[in-house]
């Protein structure tokens, strides 16, 4: 089992602060917008290519570290010996609570509180 790269970032902004967000990352920055899949395609925000790496940016109301939509998704050689290799740890796995044609993942969180 091992981690090959970062596949995709998301982060997340307020509803007050869309059109500056949106703007920040396509205009100042200059990142390329890419399509989402169809079944989030209306949802807020936009996602960007940059390299090899994508961003997801995306409203969120009332965010807070225990409840956010925020993260870093890994991609990995092997889903299920990386699954059984954080469960070794005692890591909690959290089955996909919105699944994506073509993706296969779960998420968890990191066991030190700081998320």
């Known amino acids: 089992m091992k ?5 995709h970032i998301q982060v ?25 899949p169809d079944v989030i395609k209306n949802d807020s925000g936009a996602w960007y290519k940059l390299g090899d790496i994508e961003l997801h940016v995306s409203r969120e109301k009332n965010a807070n570290n ?3 939509r925020r993260h870093f998704c890994f991609q990995v050689d092997n889903l299920n010996a990386f699954e059984e290799h954080l469960k070794e740890y005692g890591i909690e796995i959290i089955p996909d609570q919105r699944p ?15 998320v």
Do not use: D, K
Request: with cysteine; hydrophobic share 45%.
């Open 3 to 7: 981690l090959n790269a970062v596949h």
């Open 12 to 36: 997340t902004y307020p509803f007050e602060v869309e059109e500056a967000m949106l703007s920040f990352y396509s205009e100042v920055l200059g990142l390329t917008e890419i399509a989402r």
């Open 66 to 68: 225990q409840a956010s």
């Open 100 to 114: 994506l044609p073509g993706c296969v993942r779960f998420s968890s969180e990191i066991p030190v509180g700081i």
